[in-house]
């Protein structure tokens, strides 16, 4: 995977080793000098706290805490559109973008994809059908469509195409808000984000990192008394728990049915725990505590493990970083092969979030584009690459 990650960064940072220099999507690792004062004391109370000093959380080591890389230039969020879709790219003359359009359902002859049809019926026909809808949106187009769990579609009155374990290994971090109301003198909120602390549970399996504790001022200034608010928040990077998602109705307007089943697993539970004791050991240290009025959650009546998993599951919310329902595995067990391929149809691939064999640790948003650019350059030819990431892109 590396050459993929280093061929789409572009960054003056790091390693050469590890960090790509020319790619089209630009990275940049805060300075502490850029980060607010109460981003800068969470970084200096972890380390008062044992957690050693990361300078590069994308070079050799991830554990410990620092400024964490971030595609914004100049305070604007450098997606794939701005990134991949550039004006010479949008000029090609075998390149059509069409907005609006929702896809329903892949179109088959036999066990091979035509095409898709959208919502008001309209037929794109094509050799190569690419999925990239997203982990809710390309399976419920694979289930409108008669790809998935047989039983699924059948009580949709739905004709079955092929059965694959579709929608059934959802998964996602779950996430907690442990909220300080920063003192008034102290309550700068811009950068909203930049530090973060990568941690192994007491459970962790060696070398694994499953708890972060990410420092952030995105919060509502208005829901602090003092108009300024810091957030740490705390996920279990590599949860057990497994989730769902099963259409509503053949409708593709009406939204999937989304179970997370978010900490079902008692190790899951304890481990959340365990990250939110880290992250309040954080907020008591004096280098962070000297900028703080208050934790506004879960609070100073909030002492004990049962009232903490109270506070938990009341305040419990998700990451947005969703992945694993159409995921690679081996056949059978997986929907698709290690490059994004339908098992068993053909001219069929899908690429996104949604095949991810389980979360990654990290965000998804870079490992999503970083599998487009390795599929693209394995997949679509040789010399692809970057090229080809563009054209899935769109």
Partial sequence: MLASYKAIENSPDGDDRYRGRSGPLPIRTRRPDELTPSLNAFI?????????????FNGAEQ?????????????????????????????????????????????????????????????FRADLVILSAGTFGSPAIFMRSGVGPAE???ELGITVVADRPVGDRLQEHPFYYNVYALKPGANTTHPAGGAILWAASSEAEPHDLDLHVSATHLFDPNQSPTGGAIVLAVAVTQPESIGRVRLASRDPRTPPVVNYN???????????????????????????????????????????????????VEQLDVYAHPTSTVPMGLEGSGVVDAFGRVYGL???????????PFVPSAPTNLTTIMLAEHIARHCLGPHQGISATRRIAS
Avoid: C, W
């Fill in 262 to 312: 978010l900490l079902s697993t008692e190790r899951d539970m304890r481990r959340m725990i365990e990250g939110v004791g880290v992250s309040r050991r954080i907020g008591r240290d004096a280098a962070f505590a000297k900028l703080i009025e208050m934790e506004m959650t879960p609070g100073s009546s909030v002492t004990d493990d049962d009232s903490v998993k109270r506070a938990i």
């Fill in 44 to 56: 200096d109370a972890a380390g008062y706290q044992g957690f050693a000093r990361v300078a590069d």
């Fill in 63 to 123: 554990a410990g805490v620092g400024p964490y890389p971030l595609n914004v230039i100049s305070g604007r969020r450098i997606n794939t559109g701005i990134a991949f879709l550039d004006d010479g790219v949008r000029v090609r003359q075998n390149l059509t973008i069409r907005g609006g359009v929702e896809v329903d359902r892949v179109l088959f002859d036999g066990s091979r994809a035509v095409g898709v049809i959208d919502a008001f019926g309209h037929e």
């Fill in 346 to 356: 053909r001219g069929l691939m899908v690429v996104d979030a949604s095949i991810m």
């Fill in 152 to 154: 699924h579609p059948l």
